[in-house]
Structures are given as structure tokens and as C-alpha cells.
């Protein structure tokens, strides 16, 4: 009860359990054009950061794609490939994309509906639609940070950024990780 | 978490009005060509009122460029204004004119504000102001910045109404009391 400044409690109740860090990320391939699938294995030996959302030309995820196609050169500094998630269909991601100009894949997880978004904890059963929810994952496909946020607030950008620089190069010569990258 | 606080704290670096020393400073992150900054702007400056010396209001610049193909450019202007002590006029100018952002049209507003023309026209096609604007993103992003205009009141991010003037007031001033 510590966090009295929650201003959406209601939907904070309603709220998923998303995957936490340290699991491995469920793989999935779901299509990102009328005629092209992509395959999250396929990124292994990059991070990846996977943003659920619940859908195109919301007013609030207007915002958040904006920025994230903004932020877009900042990711890529760190080798990370950004990928767009909502039950969406790959017309309407298509019109969106267009619309908003935008330069990473949006990915729709349409058929079996929310089916990747409910593996990762991150699907609103009483909606039918993902949360606004985000993992960082390293170049082994596992999740390493993860956050919820409340369904009608743009999360920004700077915990993935944080998330990043935690795995990028100059900061894991302490790391324990015991893969080894060929 | 900390994660919706400013990383760069208002330094000399800034452009503010008002004292460096105010009990309250309101830093915007903000988008010439974005139109609820355009309506964030008169609240701003109604809040300036209200407040008067007890408010320093800072402007850092967050472009957001894939949306708004002039924001930046614009954003660069007010820099070059800034290089000739006019930023505050420009940056009046540009949201009193959003809807006329190319580049003769910044020119134009140099002219009217009296700027050296030639100096302003010549900073701008070099992109002299490139970096500092970049840098303002960049600190913003990782402050939390999720959108403009953004807002933070003496370093936290506000994520309340701003578009009520009364009740945007009645924040700073409740954060005037707290001090």
C-alpha cells in the first residue's frame, strides 16, 4: 500500500502477471507483413526488446510507437532489434505503420488471438487485448528486464535503455554469464 | 524506481526564465511543431502569471521528427536565436506559428525579432545547433520523457493533467508550499 501516487488502481487491479527476468523468453513466429513472418529465435545474438501493446492508433500508443521509432538509432547503438506486439491484424499494422512512418516491424498475434502475448503474461483477458508491456531480452533469448505498465501510460523509453546498457559489452566484463559467443 | 527523474539538473546550460534559485522550476520538453505543446504554451505562460518569481520555467527541446518534419529545424532556430540572446522571442514566435515552420519562415522570424539575419540564416543552414538539440532528446529519453510536452516540476516527472490550467497551478503552487 506504500504507493499512493498509482493513479489507475482499478486497472493496476486488473493487471497480468508478466515474465520476470532471469526466464528464458518463449519463442514464437508470427507475421510481420501480409507475406512475411518473423521467427524470435531468428534474433538470436542480439537483444531484443518486445512491446506489447494494446493497439493501433490509440491515442496513447500514437505516442509510444512515436517515440520508440524516435528512439529507434539509440536502440540500434546497442545491436537491439525492436519489435511491436497487439492482436492487431497485419492490414491494420500496415496502416498504421504508413501512417505513422514508422521503421520497426509491428507484429500481429492475431491467430490463435493473443496466443504469444498470454506466454508472456502480458494479455488482458477481460479486454481482449495485450497490457503495455515490455522485455529486454539478451542475445541468448533470455529476459532480463521486464515492466508492466498501467494500460493508459506511455512507459518512455528509459528503462529499456537502462536495461541495455546493462548488457551491452562495457558493462559485463563483471557479468557471470557462463555462455560464450561464437 | 527511479526512473522519471531528470538525469541533467537545470544548470547555466539551460534556457530559463526566471532564477536559477526560484523554489520552483518547471522543465518542458518540448516540440515546436507538436500541437498540444502549441496548447500546453498559453498554460505556461498563464501559470507564469499566477506564480510570478517563485516559478523559473525551463525549455528543453524533444523533436519528435519521424511526426514532425520541421521540429527540428525549428528547434535549431530557436537555438540560433538563442546565440543572439533572442531564444525566448523565437521560442514565443514558433508556437505562435505553428502552422509556418520551413525554413524561410524561421528566417522571416529572425527579421522580425531583429536578429542578425545573415549570422541567424547562415547558423541554421550549417547545423550548428544539431548537437545541442540531439543532446536535449537524448537527456530527455532517459529521464522518462514519454511524449510532449512532458513536464517536470523541481525534477519529478508530472504526470497529471497540465491541460487544466487551474488545476496545473494548483500543482506548482502546491509544490511552491512544500518548499
Not at chain 1, 78 to 94: F, N, Q, R, T
Not at chain 1, 147 to 164: C, H, K, R
Not at chain 1, 176 to 182: E, P
Request: aromatic share 10%.
Amino acid at each position: 500500500m506504500a504507493n499512493r501516487q498509482a493513479n489507475t488502481n482499478k486497472s493496476n487491479g486488473n493487471q497480468s502477471k508478466i515474465l520476470s527476468a532471469g526466464t528464458p523468453a518463449p519463442d514464437f513466429e508470427l507475421r510481420s507483413t501480409p507475406d512475411k513472418t518473423l521467427k524470435l529465435s531468428d534474433l538470436r545474438g542480439h537483444p531484443v526488446i518486445l512491446a506489447f501493446y494494446p493497439a493501433d492508433f490509440s491515442p496513447v500508443c500514437g505516442d509510444q510507437t512515436a517515440l520508440y521509432n524516435e528512439i529507434l538509432p539509440e536502440f540500434r547503438e546497442y545491436g537491439a532489434e525492436l519489435l511491436g506486439i497487439s492482436v492487431d491484424g497485419v492490414w491494420c499494422h500496415a496502416a498504421f505503420a504508413r501512417d505513422s512512418n514508422l521503421h520497426y516491424p509491428l507484429l500481429s498475434d492475431f491467430e490463435p488471438k493473443g496466443a504469444v502475448s498470454r506466454a508472456y503474461g502480458a494479455y488482458r483477458e477481460q479486454d481482449g487485448f495485450s497490457e503495455r508491456a515490455l522485455f529486454v531480452l539478451d542475445g541468448d533469448g533470455v529476459i532480463r528486464w521486464s515492466f508492466l505498465s498501467p494500460v493508459d501510460v506511455n512507459p518512455g523509453a528509459a528503462g529499456i535503455l537502462q536495461a541495455l546498457e546493462s548488457l551491452s559489452p562495457r558493462s559485463a566484463g563483471a557479468s557471470t554469464s557462463a555462455q560464450v559467443h561464437v | 524506481m527511479t526512473l522519471n527523474e531528470l538525469v541533467n539538473p537545470v544548470s547555466e546550460r539551460d534556457h530559463i526564465t526566471g532564477s536559477l534559485d526560484a523554489p520552483v522550476i518547471l522543465v518542458e520538453y518540448g516540440d515546436f511543431e507538436c500541437p498540444h505543446c502549441g496548447r500546453a504554451y498559453p498554460i505556461v505562460k498563464a501559470a507564469q502569471r499566477a506564480l510570478g518569481d517563485e516559478l523559473a520555467v525551463v525549455y528543453r527541446h524533444f523533436p519528435l521528427a519521424e511526426a514532425h518534419p520541421h521540429a527540428t529545424l525549428a528547434a535549431e532556430a530557436a537555438e540560433a536565436a538563442g546565440g543572439q540572446r533572442k531564444f525566448w522571442p523565437m521560442h514565443d514566435m514558433l508556437f505562435e506559428h505553428q502552422d509556418a515552420l520551413e525554413e524561410e519562415d524561421l528566417v522571416a522570424y529572425a527579421d522580425a525579432l531583429g536578429l542578425d539575419r545573415v549570422r541567424f540564416a547562415r547558423e541554421l543552414a550549417s547545423g550548428m545547433y544539431a548537437q545541442r538539440v540531439r543532446d536535449d532528446f537524448r537527456g530527455g529519453v532517459r529521464s522518462g520523457v514519454n511524449g510532449t510536452p512532458t513536464f517536470f516540476i523541481n525534477g519529478a516527472r508530472f504526470d497529471g493533467n497540465w491541460g487544466a490550467p487551474d488545476e496545473f497551478i494548483a500543482v506548482l503552487a502546491q509544490a511552491l508550499a512544500s518548499r
